[in-house]
């Protein structure tokens, strides 16, 4: 019998366990996770904090007991102190208990995920900053926000975004920090960028862009001081949301690995090391627009990843088609989407592209109310390859990434999506349309 040990139980451990033991019934699967839940939607946070989920506890989609029940032995409070990949031994320590205890196995499992990224500035340890990732973290803030007028968010990111917009609609006074010119700066291009900004501004966000935060200060009477390299800001409390790095300090120098340390794995999410897996936050992704190894912290590719590692525990069975880091937000009724590399992402990484923009109502103005669909398409000059697209509309268009994201992952150019079959049909408002009318554009702008 097969002894696997999964460590980490966020979406990849949860998603490789149970697949594993789907596809292997025979096989002992031990995952060890230091918290006490598994599966979080971290997802949901902003949304639990606008008192927009019905019940907390379906942020989860499996539970220790519900994993238990499938065979596997769930070793909840119990933290991977050290881990030898070559003898696929694991040093654990019974956080309750503080019990330790050594256990070998055949194959191990990392799926250890990230951990936020928190700089080294003055008065990083203020009770009155907050995390946003865990379980702990969202329980943490959810239990202050009902007593809380005043908030700072860093990190004008999506999960910085989300909150930001989340708080302000409940009535909170908010500033949202970035070092960046732009919200969303990652993910989407100026056009798009610009009119989410106006809708931050509609509702008394105060956006304090292009500033580095340089320390914190609590205050007497309560409270935090927010310094930044052109000014200060007080509030009740701040929350940082800048980012993400892979939590693999246990396996540096045994395993290859980018210089941020996310685990580099083949298609069928093998490390280097033999008989030892890895899937989720803690390692890299094969990103298709660009054809190389990238860190995209995503639940989507984390999950896929996991399921992967089940169907390939006992061999090459199903490889990986890689990743376009296809996402979404809602913010103030916007619809936004994106999949793939906007311009400024092409750039970043040496890829010199077109990027081709479209504005169009979702339906026929012959129809009784409709609204605009802003659309973008972001393609390789000298191949036409499309490799990234975005929409933002205050009607929902977010499937037209996903549609895109496949012309990506099958290497499609745009004069291949500029005469794909898309239908039409007013009753069925296809946002889909949009693709082929984007791209048509860019085929007939690139002929000139």
Known sequence: MVKIA??????????????????????????YEKGTTVSFLS?????????????????????????????????????????NLVTKTVRVKNLVTEEMGTESFDKIIIATGSKPLVPNIPG??????????SWEDAQRIKAVSNNVSRAIVIGAGYIGAEVAEQFSVTGK???????????????????????????????????????????????????IRVKTNKGSFEADIAILGIGFLPNTDLFVDQIDMLPNGAIVTNEYMETSMPDVFAAGDATTIFYNPTQKHDY??????????????????????????????????ELYGYAMSATGMNKMGAQFRDIDVVETTYEEDYRPDFMLSTTSVLSSITWEKKTRRV????????????QAANVVSVAIQNKMTIDDLAMADFFFQPNFTQPINFIGAVALKAVNENMK
């Open 43 to 83: 997802c949901g946070i902003a949304l639990w904090l606008g008192n927009h989920v019905s019940d907390e506890q379906r942020m989860f989609y499996e539970t220790p007991e519900s994993m238990t029940e499938q065979g596997i032995t769930m070793k909840m409070q119990h933290e991977v102190i050290e881990a």
């Open 296 to 329: 995209i912290p995503l639940a989507t590719n984390a999950i896929r990843q996991g399921m992967l590692i089940g169907r390939n525990i006992n061999g090459h069975n199903l490889a990986y088609n890689g990743t376009q880091a296809t996402s979404a937000v």
């Open 173 to 223: 006074e908010v500033t949202l920090i970035d070092e960046a010119d732009r919200v969303l700066p990652k993910n989407f291009s100026p056009v798009f960028t610009d009119r989410i900004t106006d809708a931050f501004i509609e509702n008394n966000v105060n956006l304090a862009l292009s500033q580095r935060v340089t320390g914190f200060e609590d205050l007497p009477e309560g409270g």
């Open 387 to 398: 490799v990234g697209a975005a929409f933002m509309s205050k009607h929902d268009t977010s």
């Open 124 to 133: 990083i340890d203020s009770e009155k900053i907050y995390m946003i990732k």
């Open 6 to 31: 999964v460590i980490g139980s966020t979406h990849a451990g949860t998603f490789s366990a149970t697949q594993i033991k789907q596809q292997n019934p025979d096989a002992e699967i031990t995952v």
